[in-house]
Every structure is written in C-alpha cells, then in structure tokens.
C-alpha cells in the first residue's frame, strides 16, 4: 500500500503561483509513474501532469509552460509548480501514484484562483 498526502492549495489571484507537493509512504518502492490530476465541479477528472520515475514528463496542453512537475526520489516526493494561473485552473487537485501494485490516490487539495 501507498499513502500519498497532498500540501500547498489555496486562494491565489489571477497571474499568481502555487507550489503543490505531494508526500508518499509506504511500499513507496514500487512507485513508477507519479501525476497531478484535477477535478473542477461538474467536471470530470483529467490528468494534468505525469512523471515518470526516469524524470520523463508530460502535460496537458491548457498548463504547458505555466505548470512544471518534478520529483525528489529520495524523499518519495512530486511537486507542481503552477504560474500564470487562470481561473479556469481553479479545481481540487489530486497526487496519484502507479506501481506494480495499484493506483493511488491522494486526498486532494483545492486551488481557486480568483480577483
């Protein structure tokens, strides 16, 4: 099992940055690809950024070259670094992680961005 506990949400204006981080424990060991997702009300919950173990990324079109995923391997940590942030970027933002043994998922942090 994976737990995964996401940080860093808030009340940002338009043009402003957050800096989510997202902690895994556990059988961290077996972790691959580790992402960002959101999840806007009446909306389903699109990926956002992916990561993969190797430092591979990818992103959704609407967030390419306003967000930036990293990752510490050695602190089983993901970060995503939000600028330029627009209101329609406002939605919970969920850390999920894939192994060999599962998908799992965090339990959210809300961004809103709003003047």
């Known amino acids: 099992q994976v737990q995964l506990v996401e940080s860093g949400g808030g009340l940002v204006q338009p043009g402003g940055s957050l800096r989510l981080s997202c902690a895994a424990s556990g059988s961290t060991f077996n972790i691959n690809n580790m992402g960002w997702y959101r999840q806007a009300p009446g909306k389903q919950r699109e990926l956002v950024a992916v990561?993969?173990?190797?430092?591979?990324?990818n992103y959704v079109d609407s967030v390419k070259g306003r967000f930036t995923i990293s990752r510490d391997n050695a602190k089983n940590t993901v970060y995503l670094q939000m600028n330029s942030l627009k209101p329609e970027d406002t939605a919970a933002y969920y850390c999920n992680a894939k192994g060999w043994s599962g998908s799992y998922w965090g339990q959210g942090t809300q961004v809103s961005v709003s003047s």
């Open positions: 990561i993969t173990s190797g430092g591979v990324t």
